[in-house]
Structures are given as C-alpha cells and as structure tokens.
C-alpha cells in the first residue's frame, strides 16, 4: 500500500489550504485514515482522523479551523485548512489503517507535505 500526498504550500495566517492523500496498490480495505504533522523540534501530532464511517476526531488545536473528509471509492482523505495561523506550520503526513488482503491490516505513512503559515 503507499500514499501519496499532495497540495500544501505556503500562505499567509489567515488563509486557507488544503491536502488530500491517495492509497493505492494491494488494498482490501481501508479502516481509519487520519492527517499528523511534525513542525521542527516537536514531536509527530495527530491532527484529525476518520473512520470508514465517516466518525471524526480532531486535535483540540484546530477544532473549528479544519475539515477531515475522505472519499472511499477513491481511497482518498482530505484536510480543507482555514483560518491557518503560524503555529500550524509543519510537515503534515497522511496515515491510514489499511488490509492489504494478504498479510493483515497495518499502518502506512504517505511522504508528507509542507504546510507553512506566514505571520
């Protein structure tokens, strides 16, 4: 399974962003998929996540800023980013919990994608 990210980038704080990561290859299902970022110096954060259902969780952080939504006939998640601050600069990964048919359900990390909020 690999997951490829893209979108991010670079805006002012205020502004808006979005990203969204695909899976591909050897998948039967695709469980929870879920957006974490690491700024510099800081260890790797859960942002938000979402079940196969649909069910949302988000960092308390970003509660009311940002979306989690996904599209499971395209086994694809999105992150629609608004009213961006400084703060939420950072790397942001995607992950999911995916059956690849053969060897069970296991966790995948998509490249990671800039995200970077001027002041």
């Known amino acids: 399974v690999q997951l490829q990210a893209s979108g991010g980038g670079l805006v002012q704080a205020g502004g808006s962003l979005s990203v969204s990561c695909t899976a591909s290859?050897?998948?039967?299902?695709?469980?929870?998929m879920g957006w974490y970022r690491q700024a510099p110096g800081n260890q790797r954060e859960l942002v938000a996540s979402?079940?196969?259902?649909?069910?949302?969780n988000y960092a308390d952080s970003v509660k009311g800023r940002f979306t989690i939504s996904r599209d499971n006939a395209k086994n694809t998640v999105y992150l629609q980013m608004n009213s961006l601050k400084p703060e939420d600069t950072a790397v942001y990964y995607c992950n999911t919990d995916a059956h690849d048919g053969v060897t069970g359900s296991h966790y995948y990390w998509g490249q990671g994608t800039q995200v970077t909020v001027s002041s």
């Open positions: 290859g050897s998948i039967l299902a695709i469980n929870a």
């Open positions: 979402i079940t196969s259902g649909g069910s949302t």
